[in-house]
Each structure stands twice: as structure tokens, then as C-alpha cells.
């Protein structure tokens, strides 16, 4: 059984943290769906929104009611419909309405990572480093 208060835990070797953000590290795509999970139910029960910015078909409404997500408090954004991903992510950080901020690989490069002031941020962020896809199975039709 997974538990969402094994997220944190820097021994658990899938994730490595440093005071607000979080390297999620995936082997494949079940890991990446499962830990995804994880995350949103970990950030559902704090206060504030989470921002999830990732492809499209990333999840869908039936995974979120199955894990019992709020989805009320969650925010999903294509990067594709992003004008400025920098603004966008700066203000989530910053405005203190996010509890949390996702990001898919590919999305953030490590000099855009550097650049975020989270040492002045109560948001958290999570980036998932491996370049997996969702299975197939949790694709949107």
C-alpha cells in the first residue's frame, strides 16, 4: 500500500529534497502515474491550490475521484497553453495560494529551476526528472 507521508522522506530514493523542492525520480510509467498520484494526494490535504503543468492526456477526472483528489484545489495547465511559463511559475511560487506546483520533464530546465527564489516561497515544488509518459491506459479520449 502506498502512503502519502513517505513522499518527503529523502530515504525513500525516489525523491531528493531540499527545503521546498523535490526531485521525483521515475522508473517507468506506472511509477511516474503512481508517485503522481502520491503527490496530488499529498498536496490535497494542505491548504492552498496545486498547479499541475504538464502535456496533455496526463491524467484524468476518473484517476483523481478513484484516489479521492479534490479536484476543487487543482489547477492543470498545458504547456501548451502557457504564454510565460516563468511568469506563471513565479507567480504560484510567490502569491501564496499554491500549496504546491508540479512540473512534467522537459518543462523546467535546470538554469529556469536555479532562477526560482524558493528559499522565500511556502509553495512546493515537484519535478518529475525521468521522461516518462502516462500509460496508455490513462490517456484522455
Same mark, same amino acid.
Given at each position: 500500500m502506498l502512503h502519502t507521508s513517505t513522499i518527503l =522522506? #529523502?530515504?525513500s530514493g525516489s525523491q531528493h529534497s531540499n527545503a521546498s523542492f523535490?526531485?521525483?525520480n521515475t522508473r517507468d510509467e =506506472? #511509477?511516474?502515474s503512481l508517485e503522481l498520484m502520491k503527490i496530488l494526494g499529498f498536496c490535497n490535504s494542505k491548504a492552498g491550490w496545486t498547479l499541475l503543468i504538464a502535456p496533455d492526456?496526463?491524467?484524468r477526472k476518473s484517476m483523481l475521484d478513484?484516489?479521492?483528489i479534490d479536484i476543487n484545489k487543482l489547477l492543470v495547465l498545458k504547456l501548451k497553453d502557457l504564454i510565460d511559463l516563468e511568469h506563471t511559475l513565479d507567480c504560484a511560487l510567490n502569491n501564496g495560494n499554491f500549496a504546491a506546483v508540479i512540473t512534467w520533464p522537459g518543462i523546467l530546465s535546470a538554469q529556469q529551476i536555479q532562477q526560482r527564489s524558493l528559499s522565500h516561497?511556502?509553495?512546493t515544488l515537484f519535478c518529475?526528472?525521468?521522461a516518462c509518459s502516462m500509460p496508455a491506459s490513462e490517456f484522455a479520449h
Open positions: =522522506s #529523502t530515504r523535490n526531485i521525483v =506506472s #511509477t511516474t492526456h496526463t491524467i478513484h484516489c479521492d516561497s511556502d509553495t518529475f526528472k525521468e
